[in-house]
C-alpha cells in the first residue's frame, strides 16, 4: 500500500469508531476486509489510528472537522507533511483538499492538549504543575516496558536473549526488574526470551508498584482484582510468595493458568466463594478497576469515553472495594491500593475517605508515578492497622 492508500484505510476506521466501534473490533474488521495489506501495511494503519485518537481534539482542529478524514488532515498538518502527496485522488489516496479543509484554532488549553474540556478542571487540580507535560505526554506513543521474570532469568542474561533476537533493551529506572525496549519491538512476541518465558510485557510502573512491597518468603498474598494477571505475575516472581489471584469477573483470569505456566510461577485462583476461607492474608493487592487515565497512550478511546457520572461510579467502587477487602486482611498485614490512575479523586481521596472512616488504619505509604516520567500512571498506597 502507498502511504496514502494507508490514510484513507485509517480514515475509513476513524469514521467507523467515531460513530461507535470498539477500536480493536474496527481494526480487525478491516484487516479481515483487506487481505491485500500486509503487516507493515496493518502497523502502520494502528499507528495512524491511534494516534488520531491520542490527539482527537487538536488534530480535529487542525483539520477543520472531527471525522476520520478531519482528523487525518490534521494529523498531516501538524507533522508538517506535504498534503498534496496524501490527499491527490490518486490510486487508492485520498480526495484532494477542498477550499473549506482549512485548520482552525484550538478554542481551549483543553482542545490544544487532548483533554476533555469537562475533565480538565479536575485534571488540574490533580497534576498542578505537571499538568501540561502529563497532556502531552498522553499525546504520545507509550514506550514498550518488559518485565523481567527473576523465576528464569536475570537482568543482564534477558537484555542478551533479547539481543540475539534483534531486540534492544535497557534498564528502566523505575523498577529493578523493568526494561526499555528501544529497537525491535514489533520482534517480542516471536522472540525466544518471551515465549520461554524469561520476560512478561509489563509498564515499569505497574512492576513498580509490586515492588513497593515487602515480599518476604513465606507470606500469603491476595491479588483482589487481578484482571489478566499482570501483578500476580509479578508478585509470584518473588521467591517464597504464596499468591491467590481473585477478580469479580472471572472471565479475565482466563489466560491467567497459562501465562503461569509460561513463566515458571505458581499462582491460586479464587472465586467469590472460596476468598473468606483462605483469609487472613498478609497483604491484600487492590488494583482496582479506574478510569485508566494513566494508560491513556495505550487505550486512548477510555479517554474520550469516561463520563463525570462514569468517575463518580468508580470512586464509588473503588471504596466498596477498600471496604469489602479490608476484613481480608490479617492483623500484622498490609492493604494495598493501586490504580492505573493519576486522577486524585481516584487515589488519594479514595484513601483519606477510608481512613477517615476507619480509624484503626493508618496509611503508610503513597505513591504515585507520572507519564511526564516515562511510565505509564499509577498510584499506590499501603495501609497498615
Ligand atoms: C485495573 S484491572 C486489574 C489489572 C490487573 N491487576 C493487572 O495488573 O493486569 C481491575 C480489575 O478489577 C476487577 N474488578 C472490578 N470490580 C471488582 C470487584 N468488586 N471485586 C474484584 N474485582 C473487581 C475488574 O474485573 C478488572 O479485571
Redesign the pocket.
Known sequence: MTPAARVQASIEILDQILSGAPVEKALTGWARRSRFAGSKDRAAIRDHVFGALRCKRSFAAAGGVETGRGLMIGAMRMQEVDLDQIFNGEGYAPASLEEHEQAKPCESDAQKYDIPEWLWPTFQESLGDLTLPVAEALRARAPVHLRVNLIKSSVDQAVSVLLADGIQARPHPACSTALEVVEGERKISGSRAYTDGLVEL?DAA?QAVVESLDLNPGIRVL????????????LAAHHGVDVFA????AA??RDLPARAERAGAQITLLT?DEISAQAPFDIV??????S?SGSWRRAPAGKWSLTQEGLNRLTE?QR??LD??APLVGPAGVLAY???SMLEVENGAVIDAFVAAHSEWTETFRKTWYVSHGTDGFFTSHLTR
Open positions: 509489563q505497574s491479588d483482589y482484582c487481578s484482571g489478566g494477571g499482570g501483578k500476580a505475575l509479578s481473585h477478580d469479580v469477573n479475565r483470569m467469590n493487592l487492590t488494583d482496582a478497576p479506574c485508566g467502587t466498596t472495594i469489602d477487602v493501586a490504580t492505573c
